[in-house]
């Protein structure tokens, strides 16, 4: 039996939280049927706009007009309460929102008033993410990749705002989507989510037992048991979660991700600025043969890019193409993966209570059983 997981007052009987995954993958469905099964469904802030487009301003091809329609508060609110209804009170439901994105502070807050349990926030060191919280009842969990993003973001967060994180997540870069590497440390032994766990658990020690969650790469019952023995309070899964039924992902994402195979899957360079892991498409194999196919920015979705000086250089705007996968443009759209996407094949698509039975060692695994023989 896993242990429980509490952040802050939130008390979760099944210790993961399944990742936030934008656009479009992560929203009201599968978020709500994570936490009716009491662990801790996660929507994605990113794109939101997307998702409700008569609440927003669109162009003819039916991309978001800037950050404020974009990231759309009115569909947050929305994506929230559908979720909270879904999940029939049970679990909880937390919001990711990358700090890179135009208007974070705004789509905090946005959360917060919606009723999100918890925020949680990587792309960047989140340092002023308190500041968008004073006073809400809301729980604060910064996504890192060292001891020493944790160190700095205690220190700051101590000194200027008197309090701490409610939880950290460790991410390592086996993650689908943006990494908190360089590219060739991803490759590294010492960058490997395994080898920097033992150094941000001791530092989570040193600031009153923050509780780790350990996320990249995570796959199994076996991967969730063999770190919650080393000291893991819980773990977060993103990948896995694609293949269900309730994913919101279009069915034509779901397909990509089960014919991958290993060499399919990619590290990209992002107008984020962080490496990106996608799966090898048409898009992508005309960007790898020099294509450049940036259309200029509508959305200003995320502040590194610069309203779209980044995404020329890469020959791509991270906004339209991942929207264009949600709208189920195979040709178009950017499809996101973890490392260990390519094993999905052996499980199909099945119920997201049928993928919390196999993380908590209730139902046998179709990925374990074949990897034993």
């Known amino acids: 039996m896993l242990k429980p997981l509490k952040i802050g007052k939130i008390e979760l009987d099944v210790p993961i939280i399944q990742g936030g995954m934008g656009v479009g993958l992560s929203w009201e469905r599968l978020a709500g049927a994570v936490a009716r099964e009491g662990a801790m469904g996660v929507i994605s802030a990113v794109g939101t706009g997307y998702r409700f487009p008569e609440l927003v301003k669109r162009d003819k091809f039916g991309r978001p007009i800037g950050s404020i329609y974009t990231h759309s508060k009115e569909a947050l609110t929305l994506l929230i309460k559908k979720a909270k ?116 658990l001791e530092e989570s020690k040193k600031w009153g037992n923050i509780p780790v969650i350990v996320a990249g790469g995570i796959l199994t019952y076996r991967d969730i048991v063999w770190y919650m023995e080393r000291g893991a309070s819980g773990v977060q899964i993103a990948t896995r979660f694609i293949a269900t039924v309730e994913c919101d992902a279009p069915d034509i994402y779901k397909e990509v991700i089960l014919k991958a195979e290993e060499e ?106 074949n990897k034993r023989v």
Request: glycine share 12%.
């Open 85 to 200: 209804e879904i999940s029939q009170g049970k679990g909880a439901i937390g919001v990711n929102i990358l700090y890179a994105i135009t208007d974070y502070g705004r789509v905090l807050q946005d959360a917060i008033e919606a009723g999100a349990d918890a925020i949680i926030t990587g792309a960047g060191l989140p340092l002023k993410m308190p500041e968008y919280a004073q006073g809400a009842d809301v729980a604060l969990i910064p996504i890192v990749s060292s001891a020493r993003a944790l160190n700095l973001i205690c220190r700051t967060w101590e000194k200027k705002y008197k309090r701490l994180p409610d939880a950290v997540i460790l991410e390592g870069p086996k993650s689908g989507g943006h990494q908190g590497f360089k590219y060739e440390e991803c490759f590294m032994p010492e960058y490997q989510l395994e080898n920097l766990f033992p150094s941000v």
């Open 264 to 369: 399919d899957i990619i590290l990209f360079k992002s107008p984020v600025g962080y490496p990106l892991r996608v799966v090898k498409t048409p898009f992508i194999e005309r960007l790898l043969l020099g294509y450049n196919g940036w259309n200029g920015c509508i959305s200003h979705c995320v502040v590194p890019c610069n309203k779209g000086e980044e995404a020329k250089k890469v020959g791509f705007c991270i906004a339209d193409r991942l929207g264009a996968a949600w709208l189920g443009d195979y040709e178009e759209g950017i499809f996101i993966s973890g490392a260990n996407g390519h094993l999905l094949k052996r499980q199909g698509i099945i119920t997201v209570k049928e993928l919390i039975e196999i993380l908590t060692g209730k139902r046998e695994d179709p990925i374990e059983y």
